[in-house]
Nanobody, 117 residues
């Protein structure tokens, strides 16, 4: 079992920055990668960014490249999502997820990010 707890969401204005955190606990040694996803009202959940636990290899959705940065602190079992130059279309519930196998097996409860214009 892996537990994930997100924090750092909130209200922002367009152009502002926010940083999300995701603290992992439990069998963290089984985690291959951690990812951030988001789901806006009426839309499907989409992948935002991903980072491997070993090596720290990253990937991003085209919509956030150059604005968002995913990073990890292995000592704290925490992954971060630094979100800069926020846009209203970034408004969504953001979820952290952990991948132990071919798919993401563990999910956090989500944190709301609302960006006003």
């Amino acid at each position: 079992q892996v537990q994930l707890v997100e924090s750092g969401g909130g209200l922002a204005q367009a152009g502002d920055s926010l940083r999300l955190s995701c603290a992992a606990s439990g069998r963290t040694s089984t985690i291959y990668a951690l990812g951030w996803f988001r789901q806006a009202p009426g839309k499907e959940r989409e992948s935002v960014a991903r980072i491997t636990r070993v090596g720290g290899f990253t990937s991003y959705a085209d919509s956030v490249k150059g604005r968002f940065t995913i990073s990890r602190d292995s000592a704290k079992n925490t992954v971060y999502l630094q979100m800069n130059s926020l846009k209203p279309e970034d408004t969504a519930v953001y979820y952290c997820a952990a991948q132990s196998g071919p798919s993401y097996d563990w999910w956090g409860q989500g944190t709301q990010v609302t960006v006003s214009s």
